[in-house]
């Protein structure tokens, strides 16, 4: 009764003089809940026509009020009828892969809610700076979903900053510097062949290219597999050590040049009457004639029975 009353008096309101105004606006004034019969009229705000309270899209979405339908706003899958929501919408599939989304303005053709490729051109993916090779975001290309690969750009002679993705453009530490520089005042140089550790493995030096060969002290048959270039009595060595007593494998002393010890011979420079001093000299061996001391290789040249040199005790 009370019910129809009210919209009776409103529907006569709706035709009234100004005049009567002010009674109309005492009647749109009342209280509808507490007309009788009007207990129906819903009071969450799911059917007002209006996005408010925790609603995502108009009357949808939330923790009250139904499930969006697709294309309608969402913040998460619960807000969707679907159980998906991307790109901000609700969607007909999960719609994650690296190249597809959800709304028209993000793809290369179709309807919002439906998932489909991205458009061409769009990024993806992210940029990776590693082992000295810095690669950007990868493209999408609109019409597959995967990401297409990103350029590569070498870092040459500076490492990755991988905390940035990027290659560094200047050093403070060799650490800074790629496989083989070092750092200096700021710039990453070359370091000089048979420098060892910056980046090589265990018996590795660099060259002077800044790659990693072999050390010195490593067995080699050619120079050119050695990081110095020189191969020497069959071992890389860090001189080309060809004077005649020295050797590039004594004992404890391989891949350096040193003296050959005190009566050793030296192939075709030192053999024979002759033998090494010990000390880079090649001289007279033990009952050799002599004049002085100096010609001899054991340093002393006896005086009896004849001027010959010492003999050059054994080694243990």
Request: charged share 25%; proline share 4%; net charge negative.
């Amino acid at each position: 009764m009370w019910k129809k009353q009210h919209l009776l008096a409103m529907a006569l309101c709706a035709g009234a003089l100004s005049t009567l105004g002010m009674g109309c606006e005492l009647i749109a004034s009342v209280d509808r809940s507490r007309i009788p019969g009007d207990e129906d009229v819903p009071s969450d705000g799911c059917s007002d026509g209006t996005k408010n309270n925790e609603e995502t899209d108009v009357d949808c979405g939330g923790s009250i009020c139904p499930k969006c339908d697709a294309a309608k706003a969402c913040t998460a899958a619960t807000d969707c009828a679907s159980g998906f929501c991307a790109d901000d919408v609700c969607c007909d599939e999960a719609c994650d892969a690296e190249c597809d989304a959800c709304t028209a303005a993000l793809k290369a053709s179709g309807d919002d809610g439906e998932c489909g490729p991205s458009k061409a051109e769009t990024e993806c993916g992210e940029p990776t700076c590693s082992e000295g090779v810095e690669t950007s975001r990868g493209t999408c290309d609109g019409e597959s979903v995967e990401c297409g690969p990103g350029e590569e750009k070498a870092c040459e002679e500076f490492a990755c900053n991988e905390a940035a993705s990027a290659c560094l453009t200047e050093c403070m530490e060799d650490a800074h510097c790629s496989k083989c520089h070092e750092c200096a005042d700021g710039a990453c140089v070359l370091a000089a062949a048979g420098t060892e550790d910056l980046g090589c493995d265990e018996g590795q030096a660099c060259d002077a290219a800044g790659e990693c060969k072999p050390a010195n002290g490593v067995e080699c048959t050619e120079a050119s597999e050695c990081a110095t270039g020189l191969c020497v009595d069959g071992v890389c060595c860090d001189t080309a050590c060809d004077t005649a007593c020295m050797a590039c494998n004594v004992k404890d002393l391989a891949g350096t040049c040193s003296n050959i010890p005190l009566g050793g011979e030296d192939a075709a420079d030192c053999s024979g009457i002759n033998a090494c001093d010990g000390k880079g000299a090649c001289k007279l061996v033990g009952g050799e004639e002599c004049t002085t001391n100096e010609q001899c290789a054991s340093g002393k040249c006896l005086p009896s029975p004849l001027f010959r040199c010492e003999e050059i005790p054994e080694t243990p």
